[in-house]
């Protein structure tokens, strides 16, 4: 079973950046997964599957509206997954969830139950 730990998060003005990242411990691949990725859920909302990286040739998957602004990318050495957050705007602020899922048809489906407790990332304009 995957676990994750988010960090990173923060509060920042509009245009700001941050770097999250997600220290895993597991195997994607033992697991049948091929994906792994951030989801963001903001207050009284569902969680929204933002950005993908798979784990074997790190093909990226964004969600529209952080294309041009967000870059996942992995350190398969150390376990980790980042987020790359530049140009945030206050819209973007949520809980980032790391987590582990199927990638393909240029979507993330991640496995339900695997996400981290996440980071909170707080955008003023």
């Known amino acids: 079973q995957m676990k994750f730990v988010e960090s990173g998060g923060g509060s920042v003005q509009t245009g700001g950046s941050l770097r999250l990242s997600c220290v895993y411990s597991g195997d994607a691949d033992a697991q049948g997964y091929n994906c792994l990725g951030w989801i963001r859920q903001a207050p009284g909302k569902d969680g929204q599957e933002i950005a993908a990286?798979?784990?074997?040739?790190?093909?990226?998957i964004y969600t529209d509206s952080v294309k041009g602004r967000f870059t996942i990318s992995q350190d398969n050495a150390n376990n980790t997954v980042y987020l790359q957050m530049t140009n945030l705007k206050p819209e973007d602020t949520a809980m980032y969830h790391c987590?582990?899922?199927?990638?393909?048809?240029?979507?993330?489906?991640?496995?339900?139950?695997?996400w981290g407790q996440g980071t909170q990332v707080t955008v003023s304009s």
């Open positions: 987590a582990v899922g199927h990638c393909y048809s240029g979507s993330f489906f991640p496995a339900a139950g695997y």
């Open positions: 990286i798979t784990t074997t040739d790190e093909q990226t």
